[in-house]
């Protein structure tokens, strides 16, 4: 049975924050400590406490071995907070109409990826925990201490699996002592997850930002993105940092390339300064309804934010060559073929699944099991609003304190990007409006125009296969839909008119449509991927005819 070892884009974004108490290193290259892992993990529960003011939701010194976490419902989130639960009447059929498209996702991930549950926990430990999951469920297995005896120091939440490790010699080796576990656990429990545990990369800015999740969620339903499947991307891309900076020079709230940023600013009207989330919320959201529009569903859409619409494309084919019919299904068993393909022959069939690997195969779901994650931190830390004024020429920090009474720290936590001056142009955010700072664009806290809704109704109800969205005669659509919306002259429909631009460009500036044509059409492509489908299959044979007996832990 196949063992999945992930560690959710720790190897990718080994990120560095100058404003930032952080410093992000794989956890298994950190220095030691003199400290035993039991007194740390207690530390370290000390500050997930703080982070979420739960002073009685954590047990410092219970019988689950001093490990901490937000706690974890036994079901998982099944309906995503909806700003049209107040809803003004004029928006509830196009929010009606996303919340449906979420629920049919959500049914489908519960078919092709019921473990997508195991990666809320991932951010519900500190740091310095390998979590073990069900790969059938996604339930919690156990948490062992990445610094410490493993076998001594596990927590298993069914302590019969202790047995399993009775006597057992673990490899020195962090990665081999991982995948010892989960191959011992197998037999008892099936498949097996595995992963460092992430809290850290979000409970400081949880604690620091939370109070405005449910404006931001007000922002991604303004654009038809359920909030809690917008905000739990933004959890797994930037942990809700604003000022986050990976590697690959991603940025922020939803990790925007640099240069894809750069572009956005050339075609916007205004000032964006991306280090503000409540700046990048909104384009996020607008950029997420475009792609979940193209597929109809979020789950492609997601995975194009992180791989590239090349990647998902080859994906849905082989999905549409394997059989399945419904885009969700083509983009699952896609996905499943792409990962057997890369583990049976690494590089072989490399032309047939490009460069969507580990991370890519598992992005959505990640995204999906943290809506929870969501909606725990909106329930339990006392929400704020945030007001947005336009300003008119550049206004320096000291003129906002003077004008507001509010402290620079305040003032920073509403603004991240912000170090001495708001640019003309630009937007300054804040817990009130203050008229002489600028014009209010809070859009959210407005009903919107009736041409703007109609737009946006019409936009996410197209209906239209992969190449005719891909196709050049397209253009033509989506640049009408961006007069539309541009006409609205209102603040979002000129966020989805920017937005919109962006994506016209990036179609004329990439060859993708080129790329799927070809890997649809090419006889090469068609033959290899004929072959890996039968070694696959051969593969699969084998492994069923050597599959192990389980074995049984527990009463007999």
């Not at 020079?249 to 000032?271: E, H, M, S, Y």
């Not at 704020?384 to 003032?411: D, K, N």
């Not at 593969?539 to 049984?552: F, T």
Request: charge should be positive; hydrophobic fraction near 40%.
């Amino acid at each position: 049975m196949p063992r999945i070892f992930l560690d959710s884009f720790k190897r990718k974004r080994n990120r560095t924050n100058s404003r930032s108490w952080l410093t992000w290193r794989p956890a298994e290259k950190r220095t030691g400590s003199s400290v035993p892992w039991r007194s740390r993990a207690t530390l370290l529960a000390l500050v997930a406490a703080l982070a979420f003011g739960l002073a009685g939701a954590v047990d410092l010194a219970g019988q689950a071995g001093e490990r901490t976490a937000m706690p974890l419902s036994a079901e998982d989130h099944t309906s995503p907070f909806s700003a049209s639960d107040a809803a003004l009447p004029s928006e509830q059929p196009v929010q009606q109409y996303a919340n449906a498209r979420l629920q049919s996702d959500v049914a489908a991930m519960r078919i092709f990826r019921p473990a997508y549950r195991f990666w809320r926990t991932i951010y519900a430990f500190p740091d310095g925990f390998v979590l073990f999951g069900s790969a059938t469920d996604g339930r919690l297995l156990g948490t062992v201490p990445i610094h410490g005896n493993w076998v001594r120091d596990a927590v298993w939440e069914d302590t019969s699996l202790a047995a399993v490790f009775s006597g057992r010699q673990l490899p020195a080796n962090l990665v081999g002592r991982r995948e010892e576990i989960a191959r011992l656990l197998e037999p008892s429990v099936g498949p097996v997850l595995h992963n460092a545990s992430r809290g850290l990369s979000l409970l400081p800015n949880a604690r620091r930002y939370g109070s405005f999740l449910s404006e931001w969620g007000l922002i991604y339903e303004r654009f038809a993105v359920p909030a809690d499947i917008g905000l739990a991307q933004a959890i797994v891309e930037s942990g809700l940092n604003g000022t986050v900076r990976s590697e690959a020079q991603a940025v922020g709230f939803c990790q925007w390339l640099l240069t894809n940023w750069n572009r956005l600013k050339q075609l916007a009207p205004i000032v964006i300064e991306g280090h503000n989330q409540t700046t990048q919320a909104p384009y996020c959201a607008a950029y997420l309804t475009i792609l979940s529009t193209k597929y109809g569903t979020f789950i492609p859409a997601l995975s194009e934010h992180h791989t590239g619409g090349i990647n998902v494309g080859r994906t849905l084919i082989n999905g549409e060559r394997l059989g399945a019919a419904d885009v969700r299904e083509r983009y699952f068993l896609g996905a499943e073929f792409a990962r057997d393909l890369r583990d049976l022959a690494p590089g072989v069939f490399k032309d047939v699944y490009g460069t969507y690997g580990p991370r890519s195969f598992r992005y959505a779901e990640m995204v999906f099991g943290n809506m929870a994650t969501v909606a725990h931190l909106r329930e339990t830390i006392p929400q704020s609003q945030v007001f947005a004024m336009r300003t008119t020429h550049a206004l320096p920090l000291a003129e906002i304190t003077r004008r507001t009474g509010l402290s620079v720290e305040t003032i920073r936590r509403f603004n991240p990007a912000l170090l001495n001056r708001v640019p003309a142009r630009g937007t300054l955010y804040l817990p009130m409006h203050v008229p002489a700072l600028g014009s209010d664009v809070s859009f959210w806290h407005r009903r919107p125009t009736a041409t703007y809704v109609a737009a946006l109704n019409d936009f996410v109800r197209l209906d239209v296969s992969m190449e005719r969205w891909d196709s050049e005669s397209f253009d033509a659509v989506l640049s009408d839909f961006r007069r539309r919306f541009d006409s609205t002259k209102a603040e979002e429909g000129t966020i989805m008119a920017t937005t919109l631009a962006y994506v016209l460009a990036e179609r004329h500036r990439s060859r993708q449509a080129q790329i799927l044509a070809e890997f649809r059409a090419n006889e090469r492509f068609q033959r290899l991927f004929e072959q890996g489908r039968l070694e696959r299959d051969a593969a699969a044979r084998a492994s069923n005819v050597a599959a192990p007996v389980p074995l049984i832990v527990g009463p007999q």
